[in-house]
């Protein structure tokens, strides 16, 4: 493990965000951040407890206060090692409604968690990534987790889509900002159910062995997106079950 | 010109917004919205001074108390006519930054004016919008005026991209809930700039003549839109000058 | 009608071909082009029985000697007169069928019709569409008429969407070589089915009235992108029922 | 080194294909095709002199002759061993031109070397891939090589366009079709100049380091897409220079 770097997973909770943050303690010290500490406790003594790094921050992401005493923190916590990953795994807001029901505090819901939250995660994390240019073995990697919803706008879908697609925007302008600086920036969208202890009642695909995603292979492929070359960055990729419609 | 039914354009100044207005004020009554009479006043001179009927109301898009008020009025005002078409043309929050100069402000003003104003003025009108459905000649339509920067994130467009974005995930989404339904939902990608007072001193496309998108061109293509037969609605559509690079 | 300019529709069969020729025919005399007089010559009477001006000429998009030798035809019927619009519609090679049964001579017929057809077309127009530029009311234009397949591959439509996603490639590098000289190069996406003879047996949509393109609104929309002034061009839209999932 | 299975790159010569016949025979027995010897040769003495195991068979892709002959001979020279992974990344027809100098003989080439070639290759190796499925650790995978030109149709690009967007169209339709069985199928756009032999000349991105792309990082990612586990199959993937504008 590198003593150099650390990496930061923002929405840990028991789906990608979990496994984000196991795959890349793996490499590096790990801070996991999410509203409360139920979210990520359990996976911060997993990771201690098996040879790993990691400490849990309570914060709000769409919120400029909480985003900055948390930021206070992790400069405390994480003094002396530089940033060499950052995965925003955020959702909120989800909910399938139709148009004239949805409320403008579920748009707002969307925009906020999806967009405005990576929006401020950005800003706190890109200075810290910057400065970790040519620090590590691999180029400084901040990632989003997208959904179909960042590409599609569907029937019901009109506050999701809303936050999805701006964050998506936000992704694109920051790979083309900061690509040439040496920062990968990358959108994964993930495009079906996720295997998660949440989701276990959800039948998708029939029932299908492996018609949800795995996030620990989520994981992998955000590993993957951080260990590429600067000379061969993914800015997008989908991922989504081999038997899935699309 | 009917009798039963009329147009709203919201965004009216002097570009697309007064445009619109003069074009469906041909077919229709209708009301220009816009935060200041300032912006609509001379346009809804103007058509009644030419035989056309238009009034102004003041409103702010993403303010619901003021979008409430401003629905009451025209309840009033256009008290037995129905809604045949719809024009989202707001802009807002433009501006050119640097990410890392981008105050949260800047985020917070695009994706309210670009979208959660759009989000509000659809919550308005779809209501309105069914209820014309076979009462005109042509489907009921809501029109979105979107950008470039409604498909592409670029370097220091972060947060005018995310609300450009979110706009056209909203204009998707309300496509594939209400076309069904019979209302025709589009939006436009302007890609260029446009001739408007305002842009007279920019040179844009090398002073090429033409080299700007003509307002009247974009307000005769919308024109087009809400006179698509139903069979063969277009969701969607590019406009820019021939000269444009894309 | 303009004693000027005329227009060309290639692939004038009985649905949007058709449609498009007597579309075209209100403003200027027309060429309809099909391999064989059985698909154009009911139009052709109809044109010119009603006051418009038609030939036909048979004639295979796809192979070089017989597109020299219909151009050369062209040139002596139409002698005088420049183009104002070129319509390519030929659609070949359709048939779903799994990947494993579809024979490389599917590919092959796909390609050849919905691809190379459109390539050598344009060869043959373009320098007569760039002769025409100042000489006629609006922009001389260059469209193709396109499918869901020319933006999406699905199982089962494998050689289709080749050919159909090549023709596509075709008009976006037409659009961006010719649009600064002044041709205005457009590519329609028709979703759905047409309502021609040939489809009336095939119920789609649930038989909902108006659940397939009429190939009238088609050709009005087309006869819009050739009215579109130089500063406003579309390069590409969308058309499909209001019922139809998308 | 799995003694079950086997790759095939074709395509092979000094750029992504060598990166991938290397990269794949770290894990099984490499067949690599080109049209000619001299492409592969080198590469399949490199991996036979360090370890590994590979052949090399002259075909040419948009051949049916050719191909089934190579078949044949892979059928004998792999005997016992199941298809792992099949790599299309031919290139053919590459040619910047104006469009009214581009002959037919230039699209008819872009296309036969760019799709026809890919289609008679998946049909060939789909049914290996099939027969392949639960044989080994990962997927068995089909990935084909795209480009900008894939997505993007450029000014004198019409011919390369078409046969990169028929390329495309062909590996989304598969990927639908034989996702479901259990083959992993994904398209990869490079978008950027490639660092290999013959580009040292060619000055990209001002010369920048890392400014065109390592056919071995490429490769390392090819890898990956193949290692995915079937709850979370990526279809398609960009990659380019950190320092390219896109």
Known sequence: M???LFAIVIGAGTGTGRSCALRFAKAYPVVLMARTPTSYQDTVNEINSSGGKAIGISADAADVASMDSAFESIKTDMAGLRLAAAVYNVSAGYGVKAFLETKVEDFDASVTGNARGFFLFAQKTMPLLLDAVGAGQYPPTLIATGATAAVRGSAKFSAMASGMFARRALSQSLAREFGPQGVHVAHAIIDGGIDVPRS???VMNNGVVD??????????????LHTQHRSAFTQELDMRPFVEKF
Do not use: M, R
């Not at 018609?211 to 993957?224: F, N, R, V």
């Open 200 to 202: 276990k009642g959800y």
């Open 211 to 224: 018609g949800k995603l795995s996030p620990d292979a989520i994981a992998e492929s955000y590993w993957h």
């Open 2 to 4: 590198s003593s150099k």
